[in-house]
């Protein structure tokens, strides 16, 4: 089982960022897919998830309307899209994929929010 995330960078706020986590080795159609942050000296905290079966999105209060969470079943790729980028989104961001007992992560990439 593999989840790796890319897309992380140095971004100036009110910039954008596409982050894409690539999945592989089970059946990515099945899990739920989420995006997670930690930032330093914080706990980790759901960013955005979207459901196996219709795609239903759910957002952290502080990313809506600003992220937009995709996911690409022929790819096995699940997206984060971020504008309006704030440095208070400065996070260590990691994919994770879920289905009853399974529980996958990934290694995260850093997003920094700075001018």
């Known amino acids: 089982v593999q989840l790796v995330e890319s897309g992380g960078g140095l971004v100036q706020p009110g910039g954008s960022l596409r982050l894409s986590c690539a999945a592989s080795?089970?059946?990515?159609?099945?899990?739920?897919m989420s995006w997670y942050r930690q930032a330093p000296e914080k706990e980790r905290e759901l960013v955005a998830d979207?459901?196996?079966?219709?795609?239903?999105?759910n957002y952290a209060d502080s990313v809506k309307g600003r992220f937009t969470i995709s996911r690409d079943s022929a790819k096995n790729t699940v997206y984060l899209q971020m504008n309006s980028l704030k440095p208070e989104d400065t996070a260590v961001y990691y994919c994770?994929?879920?289905?009853?007992?399974?529980?996958?992560w990934g290694r995260g990439t850093q997003v920094t929010v700075s001018s």
């Open positions: 080795g089970f059946s990515f159609s099945r899990y739920r």
């Open positions: 994770n994929a879920r289905h009853l007992m399974n529980d996958y």
């Open positions: 979207i459901s196996s079966v219709g795609g239903i999105t």
